[in-house]
């Protein structure tokens, strides 16, 4: 990989719009400014809890929170999850932006009170559940702090440099050493930090399954099991032991395969549940028979 050493910034960056390919792949949703792009108002259900989202590892981390209150008979958890395509920029209507000013996914409506209450930020979101429900948070202090600097850790890192290593590494126009190999030195710093984690606990933030987890899987777990950006070999993923014991046990939770499924439009089409409404919109069969493949 060789890059460029002729560029240099102007004194005032200037925006060349969509067309000139800034950002590859996302180029033409991309822009420096927020707000609403054009009107339209957002479907509801007949559920205590309104979804908007994608089946990104952002995504997933809420899909897979409402399958595990199910899973554990919380009823009130039952919710209807919209698909929100980013590609033909359905997070730029007027009732998404409505529910998240800043135009990303997940987002969240809670009807189940007197008043509708909006959470966006996929960590918030979580906890907010947690909280309400009173499951998969530690009430324990030394142990809640724990899981909570886990689950932020994720927030404020984990996703951003994940992220930013699968934009240069897959997804970038052109491949930039630079840029790739400063990125794949945070991940697999990261990598090494939950490897060294794992190497005493069964879970994240101890041996109790936790919101913390479950921020933390769709990111890395599905990174280690080379199920994002292609790139496990290329991150010697089978050398972080502890972390693909955890995230294999994880992965084999019905919740998980559920909720993974959920706003998904990629991959094996028998993985793939656009919108979920119901408890019966799931092919139990299909769900049982990934479990069983693990």
């Known amino acids: 990989m060789h890059e460029s050493t002729d560029y240099h910034p102007d004194d005032l960056w200037i925006w060349k719009g969509p067309e000139d390919g800034n950002g590859g792949t996302w180029a033409k949703i991309n822009a420096p400014t927020a707000g609403a792009r054009f009107e339209r108002d957002m479907p509801t259900g007949k559920h205590p809890f309104q979804l908007y989202s994608l089946a990104t590892p952002n995504g997933q981390k809420v899909t897979i929170m409402f399958e595990e209150l199910l899973n554990a008979g919380y009823a009130k958890a039952e919710y209807d999850a919209h698909l929100i395509r980013i ?16 135009a990303k996914i997940p987002a969240l409506i809670d009807v189940s009170g007197d008043n509708p209450i909006r959470v966006f930020e996929s960590g918030a979101i979580l906890l907010h559940l947690a909280e309400k429900f009173g499951e ?8 809640r702090a724990e899981t909570l600097s886990w689950l932020f850790w994720q927030m404020g890192s984990g996703g951003y440099l994940g992220g930013g290593f699968g934009h240069f590494y897959k997804y970038a126009p052109r491949k930039f050493e630079y840029a790739i190999d400063r990125y794949t030195m945070e991940v697999k710093r990261q990598l090494d930090l939950l490897n060294q984690q794992l190497e005493s606990y069964r879970f994240i933030s101890g041996n109790q399954y936790t919101i913390a987890d479950i921020a933390i899987w769709p990111w890395y777990g599905n990174l280690i099991l080379g199920a994002l950006y292609d790139a496990a070999a290329f991150l010697d993923a089978s050398s972080y032991r502890n972390v693909r014991r955890w995230a294999e046990e994880i992965f084999k939770r019905p919740a998980v395969q559920r909720g993974r499924m959920v706003n998904r439009i990629s991959g094996p089409l028998e993985e793939q549940l656009h919108e979920r409404h119901e408890p019966s919109d799931f092919d139990l069969k299909t769900a049982d028979k990934l479990a069983k493949m693990t």
Request: charge should be negative.
């Open 87 to 102: 590609a033909e920029q359905d997070q730029f209507s007027s009732g998404f932006v409505a529910v998240n000013p800043n």
């Open 136 to 143: 998969f948070l530690p009430t324990c202090p030394e142990a």
